[in-house]
């Protein structure tokens, strides 16, 4: 049973920064595609980035140029480096690994953005 534990929300005025973590046990990073998805009240749970075993990553278009998803291989963790953070921004962040075809996703932790 892969198990992933995020940390790092809370509340951060705009134009701020916020740095999540997913720590996971039961399967190495390095090996998995890791995802990161968000989801506000009333909305659908949206990608964010993703980063796979190859070093390859991927951002939606509303947080492109400001999101960075990195990984330490040796913690085996998973981050999503936020900045310049706005208002719509606030979410439930969830880290989210695919091992052997099954999906695995962390409990969410909360950011709110202020204005």
């Known amino acids: 049973q892969v198990q992933l534990v995020e940390s790092g929300g809370g509340l951060v005025q705009a134009g701020g920064s916020l740095r999540l973590s997913c720590a996971a046990s039961g399967s190495m990073l390095s090996l998995n595609v890791m995802r990161w998805y968000r989801q506000a009240p009333g909305k659908q749970r949206e990608f964010i980035a993703s980063?796979?075993?190859?070093?390859?990553?991927n951002y939606a278009d509303s947080v492109k140029d400001r999101f960075t998803i990195s990984r330490d291989n040796a913690k085996n963790t998973v981050y999503l480096q936020m900045n310049s953070l706005k208002p719509e921004d606030t979410a439930t962040y969830y880290c989210n690994v695919a091992v052997n075809v099954r999906n695995y996703w962390g409990q969410g932790t909360q950011v709110t953005v202020s204005s």
């Open positions: 980063l796979s075993s190859g070093g390859s990553r």
